[in-house]
């Protein structure tokens, strides 16, 4: 059966294909480039930019700050040197403040952001790359969706990029405080507060992750699913890390979730095409099953590794799928961990662009 898929076949580098690419292909003059990335504490923040700039082609950075409550100083210092650093990587560039949280700790990061990118220009704009290796979830997946929006329309650039250096030992070194309010990514409702959804199935798509047990314990209560297929990284650079997740989840798993083996999802690690191709089949597999009796939703929370973030941020986009999360009140990282990380892995993703031939599957909206 042909399948209807906008990126399927998709054009995507890992590992040193990557660095492969960004030198052969931004090393053109003539392309006019702005990298989005996030400006924190995160080690990799630099990584991307740095190699994007010894490339060669004319570079804009729009350097997004998250700001949250009471950051610990160690996190504010490593945000300032990484600050310093972007800045002289990129001389030409725009460093925007993004509150997360307002005044009374509601989640406005998304808004503030979306609001932050349409105001900027792009005119006579080539390629717009989005570093997601130092952005959270509710920062990079509205950024990510409106550009696509603009590129539907017409209205933005040709060539969108997507590229994370991709580290799980510092991921799980990064321990997250999460806030007590969970709910929808901006513009990643997925249309569950339509009434035509209020009979449908939901299945719940969860990305274990180390410590993250009390956020997807508060995203279940949120979601409330009628199933759960929690979503495991297999294969992966750590080959024990399934073993530690079930032996960390294993109540949720047996009893809170009622989760039978067989319905864990495995999804590759290193690569966001997988999860991304396996999404959309549990998809296709539900529709008919369910169409009769108020139909079926998908609802995903990408809490774990951000390069299968981006996978579920692809099926969210395509289907309109809605994504449940809990954004992060504050982060900690021991004192202990580099500045430099090593040898990330990285990813990259032609999300939309000349590459692609016309006319492609249309988003669902």
């Known amino acids: 059966m042909a399948r209807d898929w906008r990126w399927d076949p998709c054009i995507s580098h890992r590992g040193d294909a990557v660095s492969g690419f960004i030198d052969d292909y931004f090393a053109d003059t003539n392309r ?22 010894v490339a060669g082609a004319p570079l804009r950075g729009l350097f997004l700050q998250e700001n949250r409550p009471d950051p610990s100083p160690e996190l504010v210092s490593r945000a300032a040197k990484n600050i310093a650093d972007l800045q002289t990587i990129v001389p030409n560039h725009a460093l925007v403040p993004v509150d997360i949280f307002g005044s009374d700790l509601a989640v406005i990061g998304g808004r503030n952001v979306a609001r932050a990118l349409a105001g900027q220009n792009f005119d006579g704009v080539t390629d717009v790359v989005v570093d997601v290796s130092a952005l959270s979830v ?19 650039p040709p060539n969108l990029h ?18 007590d309010s969970p709910g929808y990514v901006h513009g990643f409702v997925g249309g569950l507060t339509l009434n035509k959804f209020a009979a449908a199935a939901k299945l719940w798509l969860p990305q274990l992750a180390t410590g993250k047990r009390a956020a997807l314990d508060r995203l279940y209560d949120f979601v409330s699913p009628h199933d759960t297929c929690p979503i495991l990284p297999f294969p992966s650079m750590d080959p024990r890390i399934g073993d530690r997740l079930a032996e960390e989840f294993m109540v949720e798993l047996d009893s809170a979730w009622s989760v039978d083996t067989r319905d864990i999802v495995y999804a590759d690690e290193r690569d966001p095409l997988d999860l991304y191709r396996t999404i959309l089949r549990l998809d ?22 951000k390069v299968m973030a981006l996978g579920a941020l692809m099926a969210a986009l395509e289907r309109n799928l809605p994504v449940a999360y809990l954004e992060a009140l504050g982060y900690d ?20 662009g000349e590459v692609y031939p016309q006319p492609r599957p249309l988003l669902h909206t």
């Open 162 to 179: 997507l590229l994370v250096a991709h580290n799980p030992a510092l991921d799980g070194a990064i321990k997250t405080i999460a806030s």
């Open 333 to 352: 990282l021991d004192a202990s961990v580099s500045d430099a990380p090593d040898s990330p892995h990285l990813v990259h993703i032609w999300l939309e």
């Open 32 to 53: 006019n480039v702005i990298v989005i990335a996030g400006a924190g504490f995160d080690p990799r923040a630099c990584v991307i930019s740095r190699k994007l700039a």
């Open 138 to 156: 509710g920062t990079s997946f509205p950024i990510i969706r409106l550009l696509v929006e603009y590129s539907q329309r017409g209205k933005g």
């Open 284 to 305: 296709d597999l539900r529709k008919p099953v369910f169409s009769e009796v108020g139909g079926s939703r998908l609802v995903l929370s990408p809490l774990g590794s």
